[in-house]
T-cell receptor
């Protein structure tokens, strides 16, 4: 059974703290993603990685950084947490269809981390 | 900027009723996916449609991709409480990325 796990289901942090969210997948997927989910806004891509040590900014990267040192692990870092980063954070992974092909592989999601910054 | 708009935003119906959820865009997409997200869980893929006009069925769920590949619909026949969840459409945006719709939150009452 395929699995994407996230380090915490719920997290409460204080403004200004450095926050680490960890994601691990066991499917040998090349691609990994971090999204945030807010009511009425859907899922918005923060960062994604298509290979080890490779990363690209998504639509809302400000205030976030990522790290991918091993294929199975993708970390999201909030350098200095702020209250507007209170949200549900979802990690996902997928196979790579290959550059230039129709990219329609399924994304497998973790259960999410609900982060509250006070 | 590519956008996927879903309607309705919320839907509350009685068990046994039929419903249709829409996903619309002004952009043409090579494919479109539908996901369902249950409370406390991440989204799970239901279907991918690729060809304009394509219809796919998954038990009581019928998915259609518009002829022009700009829109899609999800029809549920005889809804059950187990269908309750957030339904999201998603489409490719670039080589590795997807954009997601804003979602339709469905509640089916027993």
């Amino acid at each position: 059974d395929v699995k994407v796990t996230q380090s915490s289901r719920y997290l409460v942090k204080r403004t200004g703290e450095k926050v680490f969210l960890e994601c691990v997948q066991d499917m040998d997927h090349e691609n990994m993603f971090w999204y945030r989910q807010d009511p009425g806004l859907g899922l918005r891509l923060i960062y994604f990685s298509y290979d080890v040590k490779m990363k690209e900014k998504g639509d809302i990267p400000e205030g976030y950084s990522v790290s991918r040192e091993k294929k199975e692990r993708f970390s999201l870092i909030l350098e200095s947490a702020s209250t507007n980063q209170t949200s549900m954070y979802l990690c996902a992974s997928s196979f790579s269809a290959g550059f230039g092909t129709v990219f329609d592989y399924e994304q497998y999601f973790g259960p999410g981390t609900r982060l509250t910054v006070t | 900027t590519q956008l996927l708009e879903q309607s309705p935003q919320f839907l509350s119906i009685q068990e046994g009723e039929n419903l249709t959820v829409y996903c619309n865009s002004s952009s043409v997409f090579s494919s479109l996916q539908w996901y369902r997200q249950e409370p406390g869980e991440g989204p799970v893929l239901l279907v991918t449609v690729v060809t304009g006009g394509e219809v796919k069925k998954l038990k009581r769920l019928t998915f259609q991709f518009g002829d022009a590949r700009k829109d899609s619909s999800l029809h549920i026949t005889a809804a059950q409480p187990g269908d309750t969840g957030l339904y999201l459409c998603a489409a490719p945006s670039g080589t590795y990325k997807y954009i997601f719709g804003t979602g339709t939150r469905l509640k089916v009452l027993a």
